[in-house]
């Protein structure tokens, strides 16, 4: 059974950085494209960024392109989120998925909480 | 990018009787070439993550329950709850991944028990 544990949220400056984890187990990792999406405290659903399987290719939301970088280590199942030059607007809790069939997001983690504030 | 609109953005629905949520896409998500509405819908309980119900627009995850349908093609879609139950107290998205990136969601839809 896939399973996604998200951690290294909480409590950041503006303008410093963090670096999500998420530890994927229950599948065969090297062979998914993965993703973050985050949810802003009482709000909806926000696309962040995903890689391919290889980690040959990355894509980004335009609000955290050339701030936030996506990555993965296939040897340790990990997806990781390097966050850089923190706004307050990136507060939320950060999600790990899995890319299915189709590119649909079918397995989620519990989330990390990231609060950037001064 | 394909703009997702849901509506309402809430619904009060007594127990036992039938949800219905809308969604419409800002250009069609079907690809002509299978047939498929590349469509996701997905249900978040209170403090827990989304929960993948429906993809290509009508067929259920395992485990759903089957009073979850989904209906519809090319830019407008339904999501039925065919007897509302305590446990489907949810905010409900729907989500496009025929053109990407980005994917884009839906507002959501936050259903309650009247």
């Known amino acids: ?118 | 990018d394909i703009v997702m609109t849901q509506s309402p953005d809430s619904l009060a629905v007594s127990l036992g009787e039938r949800a219905t949520i809308r969604c419409k896409s800002s250009q069609s998500v079907l690809y002509s070439s299978t047939n498929k509405n590349y469509l996701a819908w997905f249900q978040q309980k209170p403090g827990q993550p989304p929960k993948l119900l429906l993809y290509w627009a009508s067929t259920r995850e395992s485990g759903v329950p089957d009073r979850f349908s989904g209906s519809g093609s090319g830019t407008e879609f339904t999501l039925t709850i065919s007897s509302l139950q305590a446990e489907d107290v949810a905010v409900y998205y729907c989500q496009q991944y025929y053109s990407t990136p980005p994917w884009t969601f839906g507002q959501g839809t936050r259903v309650e028990i009247k």
Not at chain 1, 87 to 109: E, F, Q
Request: hydrophobic letters at 30%.
């Open chain 1, 1 to 118: 059974q896939v399973q996604l544990v998200e951690s290294g949220g909480g409590v950041v400056q503006p303008g410093r950085s963090l670096r999500l984890s998420c530890a994927a187990s229950g599948f065969t990792f090297g062979s998914y494209a993965m993703h973050w999406v985050r949810q802003a405290p009482g709000k909806g659903l926000e696309w962040v960024a995903v890689i391919s399987y290889d980690g040959s290719n990355q894509y980004y939301a335009d609000s955290v392109k050339g701030r936030f970088t996506i990555s993965r280590d296939n040897s340790k199942n990990t997806l990781y989120l390097q966050m850089n030059s923190l706004r307050g607007d990136d507060t939320a809790v950060y999600y790990c998925a899995k890319d299915g069939s189709g590119s649909r997001l079918d397995s989620w983690g519990q989330g990390t909480l990231v609060t950037v504030s001064s």
